[in-house]
């Protein structure tokens, strides 16, 4: 596939062609991204969250930011909260009925998809994803556009509005402390076991021993296994997914296929209009030429 | 009696006759001072500072815009129906120098300097509604985000606003008086016509591609993998509007510059009668993305009733007033309906971007009044920038030293 | 995409080439319909609106007349009298009129002989050609209390006379219009313009020159005879 847009990108020759050549070519299929082995992900486990937010408070201090709100104050959890600029990330409660069901929490914070649609948004690869698994940000390169907000299933990207030099604002999962060997601030930190930080492919296989074990209650999804293409951050539940407020109607297609198709348009039109225009151009030049001269044969008879 | 005009005039500057129209420079301030002046003036005393604000304050203390919903009628309007409606740019373009339609070269170079300065302003929309324009050039020179959309609806914009710029050279050589560079500019025409249809052809069509990333958000009547091709054909007709509404407003208020021999009715009928069948096209296409989806259903609920109403009233209807119209030499009608097409157009690009966008989700995106002023300062000015121009330049009429026979 | 269900892709997929089908068996007709006959609108005079000061350098020539040499034009009418009148530059050429002399009703006219007299405001006279052969029907009654009419607006309600032709098809022969009459009247501008003197022709096209009695703006002393020459009434065009 990729051999056939180069050559299309040669014959194109336009500067259009140029400017898509460097830039990495269009998605391939989703199980090829998944098979990628150096990836690295984060399988979280609703059954096992306390709902301590030893993580929020972790991620606040790796990255400078003010400390989650309401710390100690069991209260915070009345409403879900979202991320915002300030905070990468946040532990909900979720919707669970009867005071004899067991309260379940679940972290929320960029899912790090395996092909990101904030990535593939990026005019600038602004937002890129690195081959280790982080989708990271490099805030140099970034106009403000906000298309990666518009693109994002689950509505992760956050934006400086009062600021007068804003920045997109999400987690980064740690990408620095990741680059060092260490794990990401949360899952360090977390007490009860409910993050495991490790590669994808492990993850997946310690998830789906948790899932078929007999009688572990789990409903059987991985989540973020295949949605959306694959995300970097999977979830176990024994509550329906809805009730821990992870979006339900994603596909499992990658949100980057969905403008691949317009954008392979491009070198065809690069490539046909100008010979396709020159026709009629031609044709309408002769056909304007014969209106005001006369045909050839006019022509001759009138030299004679 | 008349006095004689036949004597020598005292000598003027360039200055003078080519920017202050003959005049001398205090005459020229006076005659500044008319109505529309004053109106264009208080607009743009109260826009100008709002700008200035917008960008020592920064975004949200101008706009509404929030973490849901990140774009408002900056995008909405002046970029979206902005660069729709400069459509008529490569419309008029390629009807006189592809298909050879002579006989709409009057319109022509109106229509590609609404064109030039519909993408200019849409441009400078979208600096005021970006958090960082300054970093406009990264796309261009630093950074290629070839996978995304919006990267290359930036090249296609940057090279086909130079595309119209070149285009727009022979008047400003004319103006000028010089004519071998006017000359060389002409001799372009054909090739920057064929390009700029390509171009033309990729980012209209891509401003509705990026739309295809938010298919929970959008409301799925307006949600459909066709929708490049909607904006692409929808284009057209809005330009071909746009020329209508123009010309039609241009003869009445530039009276001393047109030529009179050009009977702009005609044209218009003309220009009707490619924008009703080009409209009736586009209402089955839309037709077909519903059939495509399945989404029958959903016409019967709040949401349906608005999207009928955009079909049926400003895609249908004014295919069918622009065929009765042209066909019974209704130039009246022809130009109303014209203006409801441009409108009609505006709502699509207003219900794809922010009504029918994020339709689900109970934090709803209202402009804030500054956002409304700012995107009419913008259009002010660019009117403004229209009217200085026709004003001075061959764009209205030819001067008879180039009219091609 | 957004992915179907197998079942309901059946239905879809007809629907849509019942669309289709549907779209190109309208689309005929009414590409018929939109391209079908249609008459050219006839010419709005602007000038109405324009206020005096404002130059345009052409003049207005609506489509649906004829024009005679001699600046004057005839519109058909359905119960075959035509309606005769002065053209815009005529108009202009000889600026304000105190009085148009016509001939009486039941005169007989022939093109391209003296058809009626203009007198401008300070007194001095031009005599016009009419465009046709043929008795003159009815006059227009209000040029007699507002002769100025049939200068500030030559073609609607300034029209002069109507006459009963008498070979309008030979006339006919002799008549300008469309494409042609605007080349005539490109060559007559251009005749006009080398009587300007030269340091105004650059400010022509942007306004300054006033129009409306241009005759006497080029040559003061003897405009009336000026305009006669270009209304082929000069003493030397007439038959005697």
Known sequence: ?304 | MNSPTAQALPERGWINEKIFLGMPFWEYLRSLATPGNFVAGLIMAIGVPLIAYRFIFGLGAATNLSQTNPWGIWIGFDMLSGVALAAGGYSLATAVYIFGLKEYHPVVRPAVLTGFLGYLFAVLGLAADLGRPWNLPVPIFLSWGGPSVMFEIAWCVVLYLTVLGMEFLPPVFEWLGWPKARMWAVRMTIGLTVFGVMLSTLHQSSLGGLFLMAPTRLHPLWYSPFIPAYFFISSIAAGLSMVIVESALSHRAFQSRIDHHVNIDKLALGLARGASIVLFAYFFIKLQGVADGGRWSLLNTGYGYWFLLEMLGFILLPSMLFAYGARNSRITLVRWTAAWTVLGIIVNRLNVSVIAMNWNVPDRYIPSWMEVMVSITLVTIGISTFRWIVNRMPVLRELPEYHES | MIPHDILTLYSAKMLEYGIAVLFLLLFIPFWKYVQGPSRVPAFATSRAATPAAAAAEWFLMPLDRAFHRGHAWLKDSADGIVTVGMDDFAAKLVGPLSRVSLPAVGTAVGQGETGWRLEAIDGRTVDMLSPVDGTVVELNAALSSAPETAETDPYEQGWLMRVRPSRLRANRMSLLSGQAARQWMDETLAGLRGHFAPGLGALAQDGGVPLSGMARAIDAEHWDQLAATFLLTGKEDLHA
């Open chain 1, 1 to 304: 596939m990729n051999l056939n847009r180069r050559t299309f990108f040669k014959v194109a020759g336009a500067a259009g062609a140029v400017a898509l050549g460097p830039a990495k070519t269009a998605t391939a299929s989703t199980s090829d991204a998944v098979v990628n082995a150096g990836r690295r992900g984060v399988l979280v486990d609703a059954t096992k969250c306390i709902g301590c937010r030893a993580c929020e408070a972790a991620c606040s201090e790796t990255n400078a930011l003010p400390g989650p709100a309401m710390l100690d104050d069991a209260a915070v959890f009345a409403k879900p909260r979202t991320m915002d600029t300030r905070t990468y990330t946040v532990v909900n409660r979720a919707n669970t009925t009867g005071a004899a069901a067991p309260a379940r929490f679940v972290k929320r914070q960029c899912m790090h998809c395996v092909e990101p649609a904030c990535a593939s948004a990026c005019l600038v690869r602004a937002l890129d994803k690195t081959p280790t698994g982080p989708v990271v940000y490099h805030k140099d390169r970034c106009l403000g556009c906000r298309y990666c907000m518009v693109a994002c299933p689950f509505s992760v990207p956050k934006y400086e509005y009062e600021s007068a030099l804003p920045f997109v604002k999400k987690c980064t999962f740690c990408a620095d402390r990741q680059a060092k060997g260490e794990a990401p601030a949360c899952t360090a930190v977390c007490p009860s076991g409910a993050l495991t930080f490790g590669k994808r492919d492990d993850l997946l296989e310690m998830a789906r021993e948790r899932l078929y074990a007999k009688d572990s209650g789990y409903v059987r999804h991985i989540y973020g296994e295949h949605e959306v293409g694959g995300t970097s951050w999977m979830y176990l539940t024994d509550i329906p997914f809805e009730k821990l407020g992870l979006p339900a109607d994603l596909g499992t297609y990658a949100y980057s296929s969905l403008t691949q198709a317009s954008l392979a348009a491009v070198p065809f039109v690069l490539t046909l209009w100008p010979p396709l225009l020159m026709g009629i151009y031609s044709f309408s030049k002769r056909r304007n030429d014969i209106e005001a001269h006369g045909t050839d044969r006019q022509q001759e008879a009138r030299h004679e």
